[in-house]
């Protein structure tokens, strides 16, 4: 069977399985006002990770969403045995199943990426509040690369589009975001630790062919060190 | 460290990604699985000799050279490491997008 880089991810059950991990999402997270009466929203939960940490961190109301089944399966187990009331969902980022001007904060930590972007950006705008925010850590190509290469990585981590930082920042302020304030992540720079390292959640069998993909990410990231990189967006 | 200490080590590091290094040399990467009285279990992550660093980060608390070889094939479920047999263990910083 081919398996794609996000069902690979959801078979071994990655938790922060973004740049950054948990370490950069404390640390975004942590300059923002959120209190019991905060309504959050997290596209592409994954295993939850991050929306146990919100949860216990702030008591915070959280949604999340993610569009595959094993993911949600994963974060709810995780919710459940941390006896937090979060309710997750499977669903369309494109589509999402929220009122308009729901939600305070809305966080992407390397989704809306994997999405189609032009579709995402609005429709998260539609449920955020009118004062609300968009917090979204996301892959950018930051130089020009050859037609190959570019298919070599929109094909293997299946991206509708790989933006540069100023196609992000069009498509943010065409969704009507008023101000976006961008930071450069530079991977690599904190050393990990027990408390933010990954934690798997692996299914049962592991195909063999999970780990050519694992491989085959690696090999991609590498060869485009310089050429792929990361920015938190802050949009209101 | 003492084979206990490494056994909560392990038992610490359950469900996370670790290098193991063996006092033969050899060096095991995966995803600690589980525990029992003896092993640890991991469930492999890659063939490949670099698989962890990605590049980028590099180990948690390295330590120097001198990795043996990584898993061979025919490693397809978890496999044990003896507590005895352990020299070193180290968390994997990998790199997600």
């Known amino acids: ?236 | 460290m003492s084979v206990g200490q490494y056994r909560s080590l392990c038992q610490r590091y359950s469900g996370k990604a670790v290098e193991i290094r063996c006092h033969d040399g050899k060096v095991h990467r995966g995803i600690i699985q589980r525990i029992d009285r003896d092993r640890v279990y991991l469930q492999p992550m890659g063939r490949s000799r670099n698989f962890g660093g990605f590049g980028y980060g590099g180990y948690g608390n390295g330590y120097g050279g001198g990795y043996g070889r990584s898993f061979g094939r025919g490693f397809g479920f978890g496999f044990g490491v003896a507590f005895g047999a352990i020299a070193g263990i180290a968390l994997l910083s990998l790199f997600w997008i």
């Not at chain 1, 399985?17 to 404390?26: D, I, N, R, W």
């Not at chain 1, 939850?48 to 595959?68: E, F, W």
């Not at chain 1, 050393?191 to 692996?202: C, M, P």
Request: with cysteine.
């Open chain 1, 1 to 236: 069977m081919n398996y794609t880089y996000l069902e690979c991810l959801a078979l071994f059950g990655v938790g922060g399985a973004h740049p950054g991990g948990l370490q950069l999402t404390k640390k975004i997270l942590a300059e923002e006002k959120i209190n019991g009466d905060t309504t959050l929203l997290e596209v592409g939960c994954g295993t939850g990770q991050t929306a146990a940490y919100l949860a216990q961190q702030y008591g915070c109301s959280i949604n999340v969403l993610d569009n595959n089944s094993i993911m949600v399966e994963k974060a709810q187990q995780r919710f459940s045995s941390l006896a937090l009331s979060i309710d997750a969902k499977v669903g369309d980022t494109e589509n999402l199943p929220y009122p308009d001007k729901h939600f305070d904060i809305a966080l992407s930590e390397s989704v809306i990426s994997f999405t189609n972007v032009i579709a995402t950006i609005p429709e998260i705008k539609r449920v955020l509040k009118r004062n609300g925010r968009l917090l979204a850590i996301e892959t950018v190509l930051e130089q020009t690369i050859s037609e190959k290469e570019q298919t070599q990585i929109i094909d293997f981590y299946r991206f509708p589009q790989l933006f540069t930082e100023n196609e992000w920042l069009t498509a943010f302020r065409d969704a009507g975001f008023q101000r976006v304030d961008v930071t450069k992540y530079q991977p690599g720079l904190e050393q990990v630790d027990e408390q933010h390292a990954a934690d798997f959640s692996l299914s049962e069998t592991i195909d063999d062919a999970l780990l050519e993909i694992l491989g085959k990410h690696e090999e991609i990231m590498q060869r485009n060190k310089d050429k792929l990189g990361f920015r938190i967006f802050r949009c209101s």
